[in-house]
């Protein structure tokens, strides 16, 4: 999985790189190489970048040889190496909140929020379409709806929803309503086309293949940190009574590691839950309260917090950082991915890093951009809510928009297979029948 964990990134200095986002998706300065490079890149190209044409873009997602952009009413899926769009998929009644990319199945999947408004005080219902799809066409695999009944607790607005976790065939959503703390979580089997289970109030905290991992508690009213059956449902433990916020570093197979905290004016705690019981280990006092944690191939999870600009490497197994930043010799990046086990981010001067995700020792320096996804091809940015993608070059080799990039083997790729024109305009479309897809020349 790709997992993202900032809401932007940037290249060294936008507004002398970028054309202006109005106009149609601008021309790559060099061509692509025909092939599909080796390797996972750790630099990129500015100059060679190229801007697509929408704009108000919430996510981006990147498959083996595709580019996903995803905005309120549509989401654009581009082939490489020409980077020319291939399908449109477009919302029924609501808007895309979310999506989730699995690389190695070759698709995605698309959360949709549409809210149907109550009569006067009378409470409405909020519905999420959940939609996975092939990544390379486009093609729509399967459907799924949930309902939920809005909380009369809450305010009388739209929820909106994030996709917290897929397991199989089964998505778990969380669904958040202003500013109130209304959440809940629901299971849908997507194949299927079934709910399995709805809960409110709820904060998933983590999924794993047997159980969802809850925070029941809110500021006015504390709960617990609970596991429930992933396919039913049904409660499996309850832990850590009088919890009011709580988040995940991320799960072992024995066990979660939570952040929970206890209210205003009490320090967190990271605590960690035996997955089968609940039975909390050894707590350990940390400053810090909302932790956001990339997974890595090992036990190290890669977490940045809401309050500071510090970045962890946690060790689920010896329960201690594995590495952290800022420390005496070294600056904390802002982290904008967390994928292959390397870390993305810029620094504060805004030069690009990549950091190794369970050292925390530096990659490559000075790399061009921190972007939020990245395939062998390149990487994207988000920039202002328009979608930059920037070809990958060795960490070394020139910049200069005439040069040629380089293979992941240091040999030069082929230089006779320029991209053809960008001239797609996609924010032209007109809206695809209800659940159908647009295939675009």
Same mark, same amino acid.
């Given at each position: 999985?790709?997992?993202?964990?900032?809401?932007?990134?940037?290249?060294?200095?936008?507004?002398?790189?970028?054309?202006? #986002?109005?106009?149609?998706? @601008?021309?790559?300065?060099?061509?692509?190489?025909?092939?599909?490079?080796?390797?996972?890149?750790?630099?990129?190209?500015?100059?060679?970048?190229?801007?697509?044409?929408?704009?108000?873009?919430?996510?981006?997602?990147?498959?083996?040889?595709?580019?996903?952009?995803?905005? /309120?009413?549509?989401?654009?899926?581009?082939?490489?190496? %020409?980077?020319?769009?291939?399908?449109?998929?477009?919302?029924?009644?609501?808007?895309?909140?979310?999506?989730?990319?699995?690389?190695?199945?070759?698709?995605?999947?698309?959360?949709?929020?549409?809210?149907?408004?109550?009569?006067?005080?009378?409470?409405?219902?909020?519905?999420?379409?959940?939609?996975?799809?092939?990544?390379?066409?486009?093609?729509?695999?399967? *459907?799924?709806?949930?309902?939920?009944?809005?909380?009369?607790?809450?305010?009388?607005?739209?929820?909106?929803?994030?996709?917290?976790?897929?397991?199989?065939?089964?998505?778990?959503?969380?669904?958040?309503?202003?500013?109130?703390?209304?959440?809940?979580?629901?299971?849908?089997?997507?194949?299927?086309?079934?709910?399995?289970?709805?809960?409110?109030?709820?904060?998933?905290?983590?999924?794993?293949?047997?159980? *969802?991992?809850?925070?029941?508690?809110? /500021?006015?009213?504390?709960?617990?940190?609970?596991?429930?059956?992933?396919?039913?449902?049904?409660?499996?433990?309850?832990?850590?009574?009088?919890?009011?916020?709580?988040? #995940?570093?991320?799960?072992?197979?024995?066990?979660?590691?939570?952040?929970? @905290?206890?209210?205003? +004016?009490?320090?967190?705690?990271?605590?960690?839950?035996?997955?089968?019981?609940?039975?909390?280990?050894?707590?350990?006092?940390?400053?810090?309260?909302?932790?956001?944690?990339?997974?890595?191939?090992?036990?190290?999870?890669?977490?940045?917090?809401?309050?500071?600009?510090?970045?962890?490497?946690?060790?689920?197994?010896?329960?201690?950082?594995?590495?952290?930043?800022?420390? &005496?010799?070294?600056?904390?990046?802002?982290?904008?991915?967390?994928?292959?086990?390397?870390?993305?981010?810029?620094?504060? %001067? +805004?030069?690009?890093?990549?950091?190794?995700?369970?050292?925390?020792?530096?990659?490559?320096?000075?790399?061009?951009?921190?972007? *939020?996804?990245?395939?062998?091809? +390149?990487?994207?940015?988000?920039?202002?809510?328009?979608?930059?993608?920037?070809?990958?070059? &060795?960490?070394?080799?020139?910049?200069?928009?005439? %040069?040629?990039?380089?293979? /992941?083997?240091?040999?030069?790729?082929?230089?006779?297979?320029?991209?053809? @024109?960008?001239?797609? &305009?996609?924010?032209?479309? %007109?809206?695809?029948?209800?659940?159908?897809?647009?295939?675009?020349?």
């Amino acid at each position: 999985m790709t997992v993202s964990l900032a809401g932007c990134s940037w290249v060294k200095d936008p507004d002398a790189d970028q054309p202006d #986002a109005e106009t149609s998706a @601008s021309t790559s300065a060099q061509p692509l190489p025909d092939e599909r490079p080796t390797a996972v890149p750790t630099a990129f190209n500015s100059p060679g970048s190229t801007t697509f044409a929408e704009t108000g873009v919430l996510a981006v997602g990147a498959g083996e040889d595709t580019v996903i952009t995803v905005s /309120a009413g549509s989401a654009i899926g581009r082939v490489l190496p %020409s980077l020319k769009s291939a399908y449109t998929l477009t919302t029924t009644d609501g808007q895309f909140t979310d999506l989730e990319v699995d690389r190695a199945a070759g698709v995605g999947i698309l959360l949709e929020a549409a809210n149907e408004a109550g009569s006067g005080t009378y409470i409405g219902e909020d519905t999420f379409t959940i939609t996975r799809f092939d990544l390379q066409s486009g093609e729509l695999l399967d *459907v799924a709806t949930a309902v939920l009944p809005q909380d009369p607790e809450g305010e009388a607005l739209p929820a909106t929803a994030r996709i917290a976790g897929v397991t199989g065939d089964v998505v778990v959503i969380e669904t958040a309503v202003g500013q109130t703390g209304s959440r809940a979580a629901l299971a849908v089997d997507i194949e299927l086309d079934d709910v399995l289970w709805r809960q409110r109030p709820a904060r998933v905290l983590d999924v794993t293949d047997d159980v *969802v991992v809850l925070n029941t508690g809110l /500021a006015q009213r504390p709960g617990a940190v609970e596991a429930v059956g992933l396919e039913s449902g049904d409660p499996e433990w309850r832990s850590l009574r009088g919890t009011v916020d709580a988040t #995940a570093i991320g799960h072992t197979d024995d066990a979660v590691t939570v952040v929970r @905290s206890l209210g205003a +004016g009490t320090e967190p705690a990271i605590v960690p839950l035996d997955l089968e019981t609940g039975e909390p280990g050894a707590p350990t006092e940390t400053a810090r309260w909302n932790w956001a944690c990339g997974a890595t191939s090992g036990t190290v999870r890669v977490c940045t917090m809401a309050d500071d600009d510090d970045v962890v490497g946690w060790d689920l197994e010896t329960g201690e950082p594995a590495w952290s930043l800022p420390d &005496e010799e070294r600056f904390a990046p802002l982290v904008t991915l967390v994928q292959d086990d390397l870390v993305y981010g810029i620094l504060d %001067s +805004g030069v690009g890093v990549v950091l190794n995700a369970r050292t925390g020792a530096d990659v490559a320096s000075d790399t061009g951009a921190g972007p *939020v996804a990245v395939n062998d091809w +390149g990487g994207v940015l988000l920039y202002q809510d328009v979608a930059v993608f920037l070809p990958a070059f &060795e960490a070394g080799d020139s910049t200069d928009p005439g %040069s040629t990039p380089s293979g /992941a083997d240091g040999s030069e790729s082929p230089s006779e297979s320029p991209s053809e @024109s960008l001239s797609d &305009e996609p924010a032209s479309q %007109s809206p695809s029948p209800t659940g159908t897809v647009s295939p675009e020349g």
